[in-house]
């Protein structure tokens, strides 16, 4: 009886403890508990804060830096929860209340049932002012204090002091995929954006898509490279890479509309340029080597080439080769090799590699057979008659030679008695 009761007064502390941690409500709304990944990026008209980051948000901070704003935070990861990791990602947790500032709002729902601006930022990114925001490319009405999904696109623009009138520029795309070297299809689209002395918010579909200008963007320090395009009345642009990479790009400009001229600032997309695949043209082979040629890859620095000895067999890279040329020597005669390639470049660190090129398989050639000289017993043997003839012929020179050098040798004995009587 002693021992259950101990039993239970264990089993109720040990409830108590926990209901101390973790009160009711502890997995709802607004902590850690909760979170989301999304992609982010924050500029102005002029300057770029930050290019298409990737955050993974927890739901408490927000409430954490800013406990005024905490009865204005919906269930789970804010918009304003977003902002908070941005600014410890760029400058780090010490300093984001340096750079960000947010408060409750003031406005109140107008006449059209316009929704109040629960929670305005008074400085973002170090810039104070009206901001804009956007998830999917649609306005934020409460400002910051509204929900976000896991994978959701979200810009926040810095925006003037007072009541403001920008343009907010976006593509019909997130991401794009293009051969380097080719051209791909980008349209572009504008919302004009604005805001009440109150801070609502309200947006209206852009008209003039013509002369809108691409920007090209580096995402390391968030900087402008160049603005090398221009759409057309459809917002349309084609646009090339020499380079394989990962790129970005923006809309800035300024365009016409009902209520003046507005500057664009916007959402940035990301264009995934890729390596073509390369193709053996040529193939060659001797006794102990082997030669292959391939079609040359725009955007490809050097080329990765591979080798097996079955078709279907493990393949190991024997070269990384800076022309459309090999020559693999040193192998071995009469045998079958098979090789593929692909193309590779190195752009700002980043490594591209395409995908390989059909396989081949060439063999070297045999050595040609030795030709050896056939031995005196291999002709067969002689005739009698040949060999009498030849003896004959053999014993008639040799007595020819035999007189002629004794007849010689008689006129030179007369010569020398001649002289002697002279």
């Known amino acids: 009886m002693i021992i259950m009761k101990k039993k239970i007064i264990s089993v109720l502390t040990a409830a108590a403890v926990m209901a101390a941690c973790f009160p009711a409500g502890a997995a709802a709304a607004g902590t850690s508990s909760s979170k989301a990944t999304v992609h982010f990026s924050a500029g102005t008209p002029s300057a ?12 408490d901070l927000a409430e954490k830096y800013f406990p005024n704003i905490a009865a204005n935070e ?10 908070v990791a941005a600014h410890i990602k760029k400058y780090g947790e010490s300093k984001v209340k340096n750079y960000l500032d947010m408060v409750p709002g003031t406005a109140s729902a107008d006449a059209s049932g316009q929704a109040a601006d629960k929670t305005q930022i008074k400085k973002l990114f170090g810039h104070t002012g009206s901001g804009i925001y956007f998830i999917n490319d649609n306005a934020c009405k409460e400002s910051v204090s509204v929900k976000v999904k896991n994978r959701d696109h979200l810009y926040a623009g810095a925006g003037q002091s007072g009541r403001m009138n920008l343009g907010y520029s976006f593509f019909e795309k997130n991401v794009y995929s293009v051969k380097a070297g080719k051209k791909v299809r980008v349209k572009a689209d504008y919302k004009t954006v604005s805001t009440d002395a109150q801070g609502r918010v309200s947006e209206s579909k852009g008209s003039n898509l ?3 200008k691409i920007e090209i963007i580096k995402k390391a320090g968030a900087k402008v490279i160049k603005t090398s395009y221009t759409t057309n009345a459809n917002g349309i642009a084609s646009i090339s890479f020499r380079e394989p990479g990962v790129k970005y790009i923006s809309l800035t400009g300024n365009v016409n509309t009902a209520n003046g001229q507005v500057a664009l600032a916007g959402a940035i997309a990301k264009v995934k340029v890729f390596l073509g695949k390369t193709k053996i043209r040529k193939k060659s082979s001797s006794i102990k080597t082997v030669t292959l040629k391939w079609k040359k890859v725009p955007g490809a620095k050097k080329y990765e080439v591979f080798r097996s000895m079955k078709k279907n067999g493990k393949f190991r890279k024997i070269k990384l080769a800076s022309s459309t040329k090999f020559v693999n020597k040193k192998l071995k005669s009469g045998k079958k090799y098979f090789y593929k390639v692909r193309a590779y470049a190195k752009t700002d660190g980043e490594v591209t590699r395409s995908e390989f090129s ?6 070297t050639k045999k050595p040609a057979p030795k030709v050896t000289n056939p031995s005196p017993s291999s002709s067969g043997p002689v005739s009698s008659s040949s060999s009498k003839s030849s003896s004959s012929h053999k014993s008639s020179s040799s007595k020819s030679s035999s007189s002629s050098s004794s ?4 006129i030179e004995k007369i010569k020398k008695l001649f002289n002697l009587f002279r």
Not at 74 to 83: E, I, N, Q, W
Not at 358 to 363: D, L, N, P, Q, S
Not at 407 to 410: I, L, M, V, Y
Request: hydrophobic share 45%.
């Open 210 to 212: 013509s002369n809108m």
């Open 48 to 59: 770029f804060e930050m290019v298409d980051e990737e955050l993974t948000v927890h739901g």
């Open 74 to 83: 919906p269930s789970g990861v804010s918009f304003a929860d977003v902002l």
């Open 407 to 410: 007849r010689n040798s008689a």
């Open 358 to 363: 059909k396989t081949v398989g060439i063999a």
